[in-house]
């Protein structure tokens, strides 16, 4: 049976950033003593979650991301603006942290980039609007 590797593209947040969300889960820890909280470092933006890909999966979306990370990104910068859970605050599998402007336009862009590109490739674009 083929191995397969759990795949997303995403960008690593500052340090900055993963200091604010560690206090943050600092301060919730105590409110849920149940949730498996994770590591600040391990967090970050996904921009196209992919699923389990197989290795000749992979190849196809190394070259295509190597195409689109050789083309000129300007620099943005992105602030975090408000949380939320998934599917709710009452039942929590998920707590997001928001992003806002500036830089968002940009984001969006490379973002869209990558979306075209991978369909391009057979991997299938997603459904639902990006909401960083």
Known sequence: MMEKIRTFI??????EILKGIGALINEMRPLAPDVKWV????IHLTLKFLGNLT????????????????EQW?????????VGAFPNFRRPRVLWVGLREPG??????????????????????EERAFSP
């Not at 590591?39 to 391990?42: F, G, Q, W």
């Not at 620099?75 to 408000?82: E, K």
Request: no cysteine; glycine share 10%; hydrophobic share 35%.
């Open 10 to 15: 995403a960008i690593p947040l500052p340090p």
């Open 39 to 42: 590591r600040p470092e391990s």
């Open 55 to 70: 290795p000749e999966e992979l190849q196809k979306l190394f070259s295509g991301m190597d195409e689109v990370f050789r």
């Open 74 to 82: 300007g620099n943005f910068s992105l602030q975090a603006g408000g």
């Open 104 to 125: 968002m336009e940009e984001l969006r862009k490379l973002q869209g980039r990558i979306e075209e590109k991978l369909a391009v490739q057979g991997f299938p674009k």
